[in-house]
């Protein structure tokens, strides 16, 4: 190019340069850019062969793209040379700016290192700027406009067409060449990056919106009942999105479930139980309201979930329906404290209600102010010799009964259970009194009344067994409508009652053995005949510092003082 005049030959050095660095901006892919790079060096700058070697992570070069030669490109092609290879050609020769020439005196070193090169034959130079087959020319390519920046790649040329040396202005078009290939370079990676990027966001996107349509699908059509509810805050545990089987359960339509919380729908004795599993996840058995108003045993799975930015964050809620299962769970416990025959509490059950009202502090020791503060703070005991916590504290039975049917253990008396006790929840206990002496002091107390039948076992070798069981069945349910709510009637065994009734002064005691009585005297028609039975009375009291058998002892005692002061008036049966 320079044996035309000088202002010729840079004007048309421009003109190709700017042709082919424009083509550097045509390209589509990193790959398509590095081919454009080898092939301008050919078709623009005036060079034989080309080839661009590009850094690879690890550092070292390979050999992206060749031109000029399809033997050598075949030959060359994604070999890779090392890094310290490079760094050694980049600093021997003469440094031509950013170029660097090795010319072939000193090249020879070279022939036997790792970097993959061609060779090419032709005559030895005649003149000194005539080009050597063995001359190296490298045009480094950096990321930045000076040598410091951050290497790219190296481009390698060879047999420049008019056979000379390259002159200023050929080094200068190869520099600003090289120049604007790492710019065009970048570009392509940039763009490559950013290809990439959004092909894996629309991977990521694609595997979420499946996620999100996998969990609503399994959300919606769980044959279980599944919520979520928000988590913290002024609206915790309200209720923002439900599936078909919760609303079924409850008997709710969607739209009116997001107008409440749990909170609102569970029973208030279980709302400890919610606000435990809310608070920790976990899993709790209670009991959710319906639109009818009855209330519906269910097993409550929590979870808790956050965004992946630690964002707001949610309760995942199962409910499973247990209420056929908790059905049967509490007729075995009230089976296990329940008389078979007559549905009345056990033997069993009732010394258990009998001793949760009692403590081990006679009644005679009387608690003084500081005492009883102390008792009720978990404080020193009551009395010297007896320990605070067997008669100042006291749990009452688990289970009474509600009115689906369920205990509920709503009253020391109820019909429950027990054995059982509250749940981390104790109530300072109130000590048992009773009357003193044979007459009515106004004291109230917990009366003992012990039952036993007169004539039944006349009944029961006459007319059998099933007459017998009968005559049973109708005594206990007119002894249970006598009785006020809260009181207990108790099956003892055989044909002996006993019935518990708290608050009662003498008088009223002995007011209720005559109406117990007189509801018993009335005949039992069984299988169209009738019988009767009469019935003796003891009345006992309860009070602390006795145990449930010595009140019971007490009461039985008395009943049969009261029978044979009765044994010369006439009873009859059947």
Known sequence: METESEPYVRLATLRQLHQVVADLNTARSLADTLQTVAD????????????????????????????????AEALITGRVGSRASWERRLSMGEAWGDLRFIPHTEGWVLDDDDVPQWYTE????????????????FAPMYAASSAGGELLGVIAVDRPRNGRL????????????????????????????MQRALVRLEREQQALRASEESFRQAFEYAPSGMAIAEMGGDQHGRILRTNDALCRLLGRPASAMRRYSFSDLVHPEDIGTLLRTSAEGGRA?????????????VSMRNSVVADAADGPRFLLTHVEDIEERKRRELQLAHRASHDS?????NNAELRARLGARLCRRPQSVQPSAVDTLDAAYGGAPLAAGYDVTAYDTHAYPAHG?????????????????????????????????????????????LAVLFCDLDGFKSINDRFGHHTGDAVLIEVARRLTNVVRDGDTVARLGGDEFVVLADGLGRA??????????????????????????????????????????????????????EKRSRAKQHRRAG
């Open 401 to 445: 009964y509600d009115t689906n049917g369920y205990d509920t253990g709503s009253h020391p008396f109820g019909s429950g259970l027990g054995s059982g006790t509250y749940d981390e929840a104790f109530d300072h206990h109130v000590h048992t009194v009773a009357p003193e002496g044979d007459t009515d002091d106004g004291t109230k107390g």
């Open 285 to 297: 058995e209670l009991r959710l309201g319906r639109r009818d108003g009855t209330y519906l045993w």
């Open 122 to 137: 032709g005559p030895e130079p005649r003149f000194e700027d005539e080009w050597h087959p063995s001359d190296r020319l």
């Open 508 to 561: 009223d005691a002995q007011d209720l053995a005559v109406r117990l009585r007189n509801a018993i005297i009335p005949p039992i028609r069984v299988d169209g005949r009738a019988v009767r039975v009469g019935a003796s009375f003891g009345i006992g009291w309860a009070h602390c510092g006795m145990s449930a058998e010595e009140v019971l002892q007490s009461a039985d005692q008395r009943m049969y003082v």
């Open 166 to 193: 390259p002159g200023a202005w050929g080094r200068e078009a190869l520099q600003m060449y090289a120049f604007q290939a790492a710019i065009a370079i970048s570009n392509a990676r940039l763009r490559a990056n």
């Open 40 to 71: 301008g060096i050919v078709n623009g700058l005036g060079y034989e062969l080309a080839c661009v070697n590009l850094v690879r992570p690890d550092g070292d070069l390979v050999v992206a793209a060749f031109a000029g030669n399809a033997a």
């Open 341 to 345: 025959l007559t549905g009345l509490p």
